[in-house]
Every structure is written in structure tokens, then in C-alpha cells.
């Protein structure tokens, strides 16, 4: 009934903007032109004529424009319900400041010829100055000092506290911070940049196999972190910057976030630069098994060493143990003293010598 009752109406804006334009088609001076007694029957067909096809447009497009406005309300409310009232209030506030620059800067605009122009250049001057006091503010919150209580109730407060994450090519890839974050102690919004997911696109296009596995994989653990989790994948892109780690580094900055990886060329980078980094590499070392020098080991040698006389061994987290004297023992189990332990973020290393 509703769907009938706005085709109706739309039908009858239709006939009306129909008659406006004939209206104007009629009134104007290359119509005196024509023969009076032409003139009767052909305002008779014009006014006719538009109004029956601006009705019928406004008839059939209602279906369309219902669907439309729809979709619109429900992202507009998805948008301001889920967004921070402190982020609002600061967003109307710049919204507000913006429109009375773009209304200062129209009384200017207003005086540029022909009139249309002037209109239309007023016009673009406040959907500029509007976009631009909304965006500036709610894009830099973090850096305003907003009173505790006014962000009270709010639910995701305690997540705006935190430092934001944001996720490097190479933590998709590897797939345990997704683990990490499912244990619920990642603090902070996770944000995924969009050049970063182009990346992994690149990736699983590779012509080289074992690259299209990694990209294919990067690509699931997203999609899984998407139905899972709040992730947040931002537009902002850097043209300028060709290689995707600097870009991810000019990112971090604009944004204050922390950088999620497991590149250890990266996390080097953005330890000179004082960028935080959540490596990955890292907390899985610091959750191994802990031994130290003079400690006595049970290992079973599973291979040869690199170097001579050497055996390898595993813990079970996969920490290697290079033994010493153990290359003839493979297979067996045997005792070993550890010698010294050597920790780096791309893992650790063990290495024993046998017991005497």
C-alpha cells in the first residue's frame, strides 16, 4: 500500500516538474515566433507531453528511489550508532564551523556571473567546507584531550584507549596473530589498510606457487577475521609512495597505531624510527621453552648439522638444538648439556653439546 501510495506521489511531482518545463518552454520569446494559430495546439502537445512523460518517469523510478533511500537511511544509522559520541559531538561541532566558513565564503561566490554559476560554485563551496569540518576533527580525536566522563557508557571507550593495530602483509601470511587475537588479550581496534589488501591480491596472482599459496592464505585469514572479528578496513592510500612497508610506515604515524608483523627487516625499520611494532615472532619466542647454560637436555637427534661432527634436535615448540658430537647418533636419544642459548626476532637457537 505504501509502495502504491509513493508511486502516486512521485507521479504527480513527475506531471509537475513536466508542466514547470513546458511552462517554461512556452514563455519563451522563439515561441512568439510560431503562428497564433499554431501556438494553441502546440502548447496543447508540449505541456501534454511532458507532463505524461515526467509522470511516467516519476511512475516507474519510485521502486528505485524507495530501494535507494533505504540503503542510504540504514548506512547513515549503522554509521552514527555505532560511532563514539565523543567522535560525534566533535564531528558536528567541525560540521558547524565548516558551514559558517563556506557561508562567508559564498557571499563572494554569489557575485560571480552568470547567476547559475555562482550558485553551483556556492554550492560546491559548502559540500567542500562541510566534508572538511566533519573529517578534520573526527580524524584527529585521538589527539584532542576529551574528559573521561564524557566518553562514559560509551562501548568502545576502552577500545579507543588502546593504541590501534594495524596489520602488515606479512601477519595474514603467517596466520598466528589471528590466533592471538581470538584469545581476546589484543587491546585496541584493529585496522587493515586497503593497499595491504591489494598486496595480498598481488601476491596470490604470483606466477610463482609457493607466493600464490602465502597470498591465498593471507587472503583466508582475513576473510575469517572479517566474520569473526571487528576489523576496520580504511580507504587512506599513499599514491606517492610506491613500496607498500612505507607506506604502511606513513600509516602508522598519521594514525598513532602499532604495526602487527613478523618482517624482521620492517620491525628493524620501525625500531629506528620509534614506531611501536607488535611482532609476532616475538611472542612466540618469549612463550617457548626457556633453558639456559649448564642445563641438562634429553633430546633425540632427528639429523645431520650443517657443520661437522653436528646433530640437530627439536623441542616441541620447534625450537632447533644443535648438538655438538651427536652427528653419528641419529635416531637415538641422548643426554646434552646446553652451551649457549641465541636469541634473535626472527627465533631462537639452542646449542648443547653431549654429556660427558
Not at 612505507?246 to 618482517?263: G, N, P, Q, S
Amino acid at each position: 500500500m505504501s509502495k502504491r501510495i509513493a508511486r502516486i506521489v512521485f507521479a504527480i511531482l513527475g506531471i509537475a516538474i513536466g508542466l514547470s518545463i513546458a511552462d517554461f518552454i512556452v514563455t519563451r520569446s522563439f515561441f512568439d515566433s510560431i503562428p497564433p494559430e499554431t501556438q494553441s495546439w502546440l502548447s496543447i502537445c508540449v505541456y501534454s507531453v511532458l507532463a505524461i512523460a515526467f509522470g511516467c518517469v516519476g511512475f516507474f523510478i519510485t521502486p528505485y528511489l524507495i530501494k535507494l533511500y533505504r540503503l542510504i537511511t540504514k548506512k547513515l544509522l549503522k554509521t552514527f550508532t555505532e560511532m563514539p559520541i565523543a567522535e560525534a559531538f566533535l564531528g558536528i561541532i567541525g560540521l558547524i564551523v565548516g558551514l559558517v566558513i563556506a557561508w562567508l565564503i559564498s557571499s563572494l561566490t554569489r557575485m560571480i556571473k552568470p547567476e547559475i554559476l555562482g550558485t553551483i560554485c556556492s554550492v560546491a563551496v559548502f559540500l567542500v567546507c562541510g566534508y572538511i569540518g566533519w573529517k578534520v576533527p573526527t580524524k584527529r580525536i585521538k589527539e584532542i584531550n576529551i574528559p573521561k566522563w564524557f566518553k562514559r557508557g560509551d562501548k568502545n571507550s576502552d577500545k579507543s584507549e588502546a593504541m590501534a593495530k594495524v596489520l602488515d602483509t606479512s601477519a595474514f601470511v603467517d596466520g598466528r596473530f589471528y590466533d592471538v587475537m581470538k584469545t581476546g588479550i589484543v587491546e585496541g581496534s584493529i585496522i587493515v589498510p586497503k593497499f595491504i589488501i591489494d598486496e595480498l591480491w598481488r601476491i596470490s596472482d604470483s606466477s610463482d606457487a609457493l607466493k600464490r599459496t602465502r597470498g591465498k592464505r593471507g587472503l583466508a585469514i582475513l576473510e575469517k577475521m572479517q566474520e569473526e572479528m571487528q576489523i576496520e578496513i580504511s580507504e587512506d592510500d599513499y599514491p606517492d609512495i610506491a613500496d607498500a612497508d612505507a607506506k604502511l610506515i606513513k600509516f602508522a604515524l598519521d594514525h598513532h597505531a602499532m604495526i602487527v608483523t613478523t618482517d624482521y627487516n620492517l620491525n628493524k625499520v620501525c625500531s629506528v624510527q620509534s614506531i611501536p611494532v607488535f611482532n609476532v615472532n616475538d611472542l612466540s619466542n618469549a612463550l617457548k621453552i626457556s633453558v639456559a647454560a649448564g642445563e641438562e637436555l634429553v633430546l633425540t637427534i632427528v639429523k645431520e648439522g650443517k657443520e661437522l661432527n653436528q646433530g640437530v634436535a627439536y623441542f616441541d615448540d620447534g625450537t632447533m638444538i644443535v648438538v655438538d658430537g651427536a652427528r653419528s647418533l641419529i635416531g637415538q636419544q641422548v643426554s646434552a648439556v646446553v652451551t649457549s642459548v641465541l636469541q634473535t626476532s626472527a627465533g631462537r637457537m639452542v646449542f648443547a653439546k653431549l654429556k660427558e
